[in-house]
Nanobody
């Protein structure tokens, strides 16, 4: 079992920045010490479907971004600390949502919500105009 806990959400004005963090616990490394999971951030605005925001492969070698956040958001991970961060700059009102951290076994599709089976409880991000 893997547990994911997000932090760092809050209220910010448009144009501002926030940094979200996701702390993973449980069995996140294989018996040979290799990280087992690709990690991602998704978000869900009121009345909308949960959508992909960004993802990072198990070794941090590749990152992926939704077109709507490309150039503004940066995902990173620290496997020594078992954390994944999302630095969000130049925030827009339309970025307002609950942001969820998610994990999936490394390999395979990485932007599809259905691939992820561990989810955090979410953290609220509200961007005011």
């Amino acid at each position: 079992q893997v547990q994911l806990v997000e932090s760092g959400g809050g209220l910010v004005q448009a144009g501002g920045s926030l940094r979200l963090s996701c702390a993973a616990s449980g069995r996140t490394f294989s018996s040979s010490g290799i990280p087992m999971f690709d990690m991602a951030w998704f978000r869900q605005a009121p009345g909308k479907e949960r959508e992909f925001v960004s993802a990072i492969t198990w070794n941090g070698g590749r990152t992926y971004y939704a077109d709507s956040v490309k150039g503004r958001f940066t995902i990173s991970r620290d496997n020594a600390k078992n954390t994944v961060d999302l630095q969000m700059n130049s925030l827009k009102v339309e970025d307002t949502a609950v942001y969820y951290c998610a994990a999936k076994t490394r390999g395979g599709g990485i932007v599809q919500k259905s691939e992820y089976y561990y989810w955090g409880q979410g953290t609220q991000v509200t961007v005011s105009s």
